[in-house]
């Protein structure tokens, strides 16, 4: 089965411009999840879909982020304006059902803010 | 709230000598802990996951990890190290309640000499 698709793999940008990442879960994958990791830190969540709605977005900081899944599918996270301190890898997880505890990642979008 | 903490930033062993990578978590009841691998530029992948069953926990590649409740830890083994183990790893507790996400630690970066 393929797994989860994220795009693009790096992106640069200079500060105060916007950027988007895409993801495409597992086929059937009901939970979708966004990452944030900053170099040498381990992953922190940003935010958690259920289908198309949001399950946890606590994390997320919703002054300059904003995430959306609005068929269930696919889902796209947007910064804007981008910060210095938003470079990290954006990761992109997704699981079966909610309660699954096991979830399975993307390779990641490298973002590098200048 | 569920935490881990990983004792060693980094590890570095020879080929052919064991790993021994260390987490302890902290958790209020029983939790699911996980052990994910991150090579450079790929993404996090599975290798065990502890959920109340058996204590040892074999994974992928010669992995395994034992769940010691009385000591807090989730400690990763491999007997034999190959060079192909180079890698980041995460150990990662489950928050289970309203929230459900993944929380990971600091990680640990394993070096293997030839």
């Known amino acids: 089965e393929a797994g989860v698709a994220q795009s693009p793999r790096y992106k640069i940008i200079e500060k105060r411009q916007s950027v988007a990442f895409w993801c495409n879960p597992i086929s059937g994958h009901a939970t979708l999840y966004w990452y944030q990791q900053i170099l040498g830190q381990g992953p922190k969540l940003l935010i958690q879909?259920?289908?198309?709605?949001?399950?946890?977005d606590s994390q997320l900081p919703k002054d300059r982020f904003s995430a959306e899944r609005l068929k269930g599918v696919d889902s796209t996270l947007k910064i804007q304006p981008a910060k210095l301190e938003d470079s990290a890898v954006y990761l992109c997880?997704?699981?079966?059902?909610?309660?699954?505890?096991?979830?399975?990642f993307g390779p990641g979008t490298r973002l590098l803010v200048l | 709230a569920q935490s881990v903490t990983q004792l060693d930033s980094h590890v570095s062993v020879s080929e052919g000598t064991p790993v021994l990578l260390r987490c302890n978590y902290s958790?209020?009841?029983?939790?699911?802990l996980f052990w994910y691998v991150q090579h450079p530029n790929k993404g996090l992948q599975l290798l065990l996951k502890y959920t109340s069953a058996a204590t040892l926990v074999k994974g992928i590649n010669g992995f395994e990890a034992e769940f010691k409740k009385s000591e807090t830890s989730f400690h990763l083994t491999k007997p034999s190290a190959h060079m192909s183990d180079a890698a980041e790893y995460f150990c990662v507790v489950f928050q289970g309640g309203g929230r459900r996400a993944l929380t990971f630690g600091s990680g640990t970066r394993l070096q293997v000499q030839p």
């Open positions: 958790s209020s009841y029983s939790p699911s």
């Open positions: 879909f259920q289908n198309n709605g949001v399950v946890d």
């Open positions: 997880a997704s699981s079966p059902v909610t309660g699954e505890e096991t979830q399975y």
